[in-house]
């Protein structure tokens, strides 16, 4: 069992950044990949960013290239996302989940077990 706990969402006016991040317990191993996942209001659920821990091998979806840093902290077992010059519609819950397909699409979710966290509300609104 794993479990992961994300936090760090909140509200934002457009250009402004968040991290958010996920602590990860449980039966987890390093070398699984972990990804951010997000679904806003009215739309599907989307991949953002994943990375594999033990390597730092990272990528992003297209939405997120350029603005969003993914990085990990294996002895805090903690995911980040870090997000500049956020947008209104970068407003979603924002998931982590793993373990995942990590590609160029930013993630991919091909496994029949997977664990997700809670969720985390990002708001950008002026």
């Known amino acids: 069992q794993v479990e992961l706990v994300e936090s760090g969402g909140g509200l934002v006016q457009p250009g402004e950044s968040l991290k958010l991040a996920c602590t990860i317990s449980?039966?987890?191993?390093?070398?699984?990949?972990i990804g951010w996942f997000r679904q806003g209001p009215g739309k599907e659920r989307e991949p953002v960013s994943c990375?594999?821990?033990?390597?730092?091998?990272?990528k992003y979806a297209d939405s997120a290239k350029g603005r969003f840093t993914i990085s990990a902290d294996i002895d805090k077992k903690t995911v980040y996302l870090h997000m500049n010059d956020l947008r209104v519609e970068d407003t979603a819950v924002y998931y982590c989940?793993?373990?995942?397909?990590?590609?160029?699409?930013?993630?991919?979710?091909?496994?029949?077990?997977?664990?997700w966290g809670q969720g985390t509300q990002v708001t950008v609104a002026s």
């Open positions: 449980g039966l987890y191993k390093d070398y699984d990949n």
């Open positions: 990375i594999n821990p033990r390597y730092n091998d990272t």
């Open positions: 989940v793993t373990p995942i397909l990590c590609d160029s699409d930013g993630g991919r979710l091909v496994y029949e077990q997977e664990y």
